[in-house]
């Protein structure tokens, strides 16, 4: 079983920034990392994710230009900076990783591409 943690939710006003980082059991460098976001009432989205290697990054049409996934190895995290925030952002967010190393889903923006999730971490952006 891997155990996927997120951290870094806060509040922040309409226009700043906040970063996500999330840690997993094993080597984060061999795994695909995915960000979702969740509101009440409605399905968890896809925000972001990023390849095992690093190599590829993937955002939401949402969040593009806003948003900026990594990986740090060096600290095992995988990171989720947030500028230009909106109100809209507000949600739970969630980083996820799929059972299967050293390679990246067909899709990494489903949410069935994904076995392990975090608990969420809620991030407010106050208008």
């Known amino acids: 079983q891997v155990q996927v943690v997120e951290s870094g939710g806060g509040l922040v006003q309409t226009g700043g920034s906040l970063r996500l980082s999330c840690a997993a059991t094993?080597?984060?460098?061999?795994?695909?990392m995915g960000w979702f976001r969740q509101t009440p009432g409605k399905e968890r989205e896809f925000v972001a994710a990023i390849s095992w290697s690093g190599g590829r990054t993937y955002y939401a049409d949402s969040v593009k230009g806003r948003f900026t996934v990594s990986r740090d190895n060096a600290l095992n995290t995988a990171n989720l900076q947030m500028d230009r925030l909106k109100p809209e952002d507000t949600a739970d967010y969630y980083c996820?990783?799929?059972?299967?190393?050293?390679?990246?889903?067909?899709?990494?923006?489903?949410?069935?591409?994904?076995?392990?999730w975090g608990p969420g971490t809620l991030v407010t952006v106050s208008s």
């Open positions: 094993g080597a984060v460098s061999s795994y695909t």
């Open positions: 996820a990783v799929p059972r299967s190393t050293w390679s990246t889903p067909a899709d990494p923006s489903s949410r069935a591409s994904y076995d392990y």
